[in-house]
Structures are given as structure tokens and as C-alpha cells.
């Protein structure tokens, strides 16, 4: 799994104009599922996004995590991140998951972030989406598990 983590001061997401996502200070999450991932991948990302350090401490060090914080937590479903961008000019996606178990993998990711962590929310897998967020820092990094 590839997750894209920024630090946010406020994300949302948005399918046809409905807000279907929102969190303040927290995390937004790209995810894409790639072949060969599976629940077990799935509990490791989610382990690494709720205890990544990120959030400033008192010395303003990137030294503490999402849960430290009790910031929010915003999962956003994207294939994307899984394209082969190795050759050519245009992406390849042979090594993202098949939609069927990518899909199933998301909602088992977001049904564990909800059991772990009590602010969550979430884009919906399949659908167009409009996501907006305000970068803190800008912080960006790429997750792998």
C-alpha cells in the first residue's frame, strides 16, 4: 500500500458538489492499494499513519504523532500513486490492485482507522472527487508498507 500523507490545517472532500469528507487539523491520506497487499498491509499503514511523527512538539521538532496530537484523520482513496511512471508519457496501472479487492482492502482500512482512532473520515473508492486542503508547512510524505 502507498499512502501520499500531508499535514493539514483543514481537508475536505467532495463527490458532485456534496460534501462527503471533513476534518480540521489532522492528516489527509492518499492511499493506493498495489498487488499483493492485503489486510495484514493494511494494518501496518494504518499503524504508521496514526503514530508518524509529524506534529511539532514544544521545540517545534516534527516529534510527535497524529494520536499524540488527537488530530483528525482524512482518507482519501487513490489509484494514482500506484501508476508505473517508469517509460513513455503515460501512466501505467499494472501494478495497482484489481478495483474489486482495492475497494474491499479500502473499507477494511477505513473500517480499522474507525475502531483505532476517534476522528476519521473519508472519500468514497470509485467515485470523482474534488479534495481541498490547506498544507501546514507544507508538510508532504510517502508512506509504503
Request: hydrophobic residues 50%; proline residues 3%; aromatic residues 6%.
Amino acid at each position: 500500500m502507498i499512502a501520499l500523507i500531508q499535514r493539514v490545517s483543514q481537508a475536505a472532500v467532495r463527490v458532485d458538489g456534496q460534501l462527503i469528507g471533513e476534518i480540521r487539523a489532522g492528516l489527509l491520506a492518499l492511499i493506493a492499494m498495489t498487488r499483493g497487499d492485503d489486510a495484514t498491509t493494511a494494518g501496518r499503514l494504518l499503524r504508521r499513519l496514526l503514530d508518524y511523527r509529524v506534529f511539532a512538539d514544544a521545540a517545534g521538532r516534527m516529534n510527535l504523532s497524529l494520536r499524540q496530537v488527537d488530530g483528525a484523520l482524512l482518507l482519501v482513496p487513490q489509484f494514482t500513486l500506484a501508476a508505473d511512471t517508469s517509460g513513455g508519457n503515460r501512466p501505467g496501472f499494472s501494478t495497482a490492485a484489481p478495483a474489486a479487492e482495492a475497494a474491499a482492502l479500502f473499507e477494511y482500512l477505513l473500517s480499522r482507522a474507525r475502531q483505532s482512532h476517534p476522528s476519521v473520515a473519508a472519500g468514497r473508492f470509485g467515485a470523482h472527487m474534488q479534495v481541498s486542503l490547506i498544507n501546514d508547512g507544507p508538510v508532504t510524505f510517502w508512506l509504503e508498507s
